[in-house]
């Protein structure tokens, strides 16, 4: 029989860098650019200069805060209260829709608060779905691959958060949500028809809800056309003028009342424009090596529970990425999403922070030889018992 050496005694490992420590790195990067460009895009704001910047210093002061306090936690133990935990997360996400208690922006409510402290609730909700989410499949994952028993339940428990975010609305956020839960599905062990029969419907679904939805269908419509939105005009034209060298920090013209949302949303042409083909670039490899170190984390996992969790706050930072890419070059059609760690936005920030501090919490925990069985009381897997066990 051979042994295992654990990856924190291994020769090699001593000396390798630790990928949740990449992670942190590249998120530190990330979070470096984005105030450097924001002192940028937010030039021309009537607040000052310095408005979202030092909102922007605030909010990452927080969410430092936020990653040390998770990176410290007993996961294990929260797995007790982890109903408490997802079923709050959807009541205040229904009370976002009730008029009069949810904030109500351009025809959208997803913000709860008081004056000018405003908390978008779905941000948060990612945190809870990923716990629940990776606490279900775990206990269930034999049962994973039965309809009945075990796909369907879990995927209730994606469909808990996604139906609130549609009705907001915020198909955009509610199409991440899915995206996570069925990749994680994927991962746990769900049959591929199940996956593809739940994506048919899901897109089935999407298409009658834009029909009702004027706004929604005319961006589809223009999106289709020669001719691209104003605002994706803008942003393709910030990256025109910056070409490879850029026009230079403070220097940009697309945020000067140009380019809407310039400080949020399409942020990333504002950098493009000013420091060129160097921060674009930068940007997206901050991005890829968050994944690939993400993905070599994964491999040391102990348990289902610990692999999903920690699988789930990877795919929210870096599928998140992905989309608000692709639309602010004019791959796929406009939607309003932030850019993490760059994008100016509390709380966004702050769910970033909580994910990165899910992560480095299993540094030190997927290091250790092995598991204090005595201190586990759920257990990962929940076999049949026969019904004529032999002696």
Not at 239 to 266: C, I, K, M, N, S
Request: a positive charge; one cysteine or more; glycine letters at 10%.
């Amino acid at each position: 029989m051979t042994s295992t050496v654990p990856t924190s005694e291994h020769p090699r490992a001593r000396f390798a860098p630790n990928p949740a420590l990449i992670i942190v790195g590249c998120a530190l990067a990330l979070l470096a650019l984005g105030l450097t460009v924001l002192f940028s895009a937010s030039a021309a704001f009537r607040q000052g200069t310095f408005y979202y910047l030092n909102k922007q210093v605030g909010g990452a002061v927080i969410a430092a805060g936020l990653a040390w306090w998770v990176s410290g936690r007993d996961l294990e133990r929260w797995r007790q209260h982890v109903w408490w935990i997802g079923g709050t997360a959807v009541l205040l996400l229904l009370l976002v829709l009730v008029p009069g208690v949810g904030i109500a922006v351009k025809g959208s409510r997803r913000w709860l608060g008081q004056g000018a402290l405003r908390l978008q609730v779905s941000e948060f909700a990612k945190v809870a779905m990923v716990f629940c989410f990776a606490h279900c499949l775990a206990v269930g994952q034999t049962r994973v691959r039965d309809l009945r028993r075990g796909f369907l339940p879990a995927l209730g428990i994606v469909v808990a958060f996604v139906v609130p975010v549609v009705l907001e609305p915020d198909f955009g956020m509610a199409a991440l949500f899915l995206a996570v839960g069925l990749t994680l599905l994927f991962l746990a062990g769900a049959k591929w028809r199940h996956l593809l029969l739940t994506l048919v419907a899901a897109v089935a679904a999407l298409g009658v809800l834009l029909l009702f939805n004027q706004n929604r269908m005319q961006r589809l419509a223009d999106f289709g056309h020669k001719e691209p939105p104003y605002q994706l005009k803008q942003a393709l034209l910030a990256y025109a003028a910056g070409g490879v060298g850029g026009v230079g920090l403070g220097e940009g013209r697309q945020q000067l009342a140009y380019l809407p949302e310039a400080h949020t949303d399409f942020i990333f042409a504002v950098g493009g424009e000013e420091l060129g083909l160097g921060f674009t670039l930068g940007v997206v490899a901050l991005f890829a090596a968050v994944f690939l170190a993400g993905l070599a984390h994964l491999r040391r996992a102990p348990n289902l529970f610990q692999f999903l969790l920690v699988a789930g706050a990877l795919f929210f930072i870096t599928i998140q990425a992905l989309i608000n890419l692709l639309v602010v070059t004019g791959t796929v059609p406009p939607k309003g999403m932030s850019l993490p760690f760059i994008s100016a936005g509390l709380s966004n920030l702050l769910v970033m922070g909580l994910l990165v501090g899910l992560i480095l919490n299993t540094r030190r925990a997927w290091m250790r030889p092995g598991l204090d069985g005595t201190r586990r009381a759920l257990l990962e897997v929940s076999p049949e018992r026969p019904e004529n066990p032999a002696p």
